[in-house]
């Protein structure tokens, strides 16, 4: 009687115990920690017009990469295909932050649901006809707190979307149509 009270005492701690961490482990909305780990890649693809693309990389270290052109050097830093036309149309700015900022970022994106469950998402399925209102789709890929978000899909969830674009426009402040032509960034 002794060893079966024992063994149902002991299996009690042991499930309540895995039902704690198990808790602590699926959180969508944490606490960001400054960590050189952190990162965040989040990138635009405009489906009109030149077919301009957008990629913002951000690091836990404070260090911001802002890459814009038609050429797919953009969005693939190994594109091997030099032949293309647009090959040599690419632009990158580099800036540093404070830790301070970069976690104020990364905190900003967590908030909105950067790390939801995929099903809770609406992801779009297939990729849309372009809209009048929507000419660009915006991806993203992250690892905060070494919890680590991603999908071949664009962001269909309009918080989330709108805070991505929020923080491409901290960095990249397009130029209008006629001074486009000048390759200084």
């Not at 704690?20 to 017009?49: A, M, P």
Request: net charge negative; with cysteine.
């Amino acid at each position: 009687m002794r060893n079966l009270l024992f063994t149902l005492l002991a299996c009690f701690i042991v499930v309540l115990t895995g039902c704690i961490w198990h808790s602590g482990v699926n959180e969508t909305h944490f606490q960001v920690e400054s960590s050189g780990l952190n990162w965040v890649d989040i990138r635009q693809y405009e489906t009109t017009g030149m077919k301009r693309r957008i990629r913002l990389r951000i690091d836990g270290n404070g260090m911001v990469s802002l890459r814009e052109g038609t050429s797919a050097l953009v969005s693939n830093s190994f594109a091997a295909n030099n032949k293309q036309e647009n090959w040599e149309d690419i632009r990158e700015k580099r800036v540093t932050l404070s830790e301070a900022d970069t976690k104020l970022i990364f905190q900003s994106l967590v908030d909105t649901g950067l790390f939801e469950r995929y099903e809770e998402i609406p992801f779009v399925d297939e990729k849309p006809a372009p809209s009048t209102n929507d000419t660009s789709f915006v991806y993203v890929s992250a690892n905060i707190n070494n919890k680590t978000v991603g999908s071949a899909d664009p962001i269909g969830k309009p918080e989330l979307l709108e805070q991505l674009k929020i923080v491409i426009l901290t960095f990249y402040q397009p130029k209008p149509m006629r001074q486009q032509r000048d390759p200084s960034f």
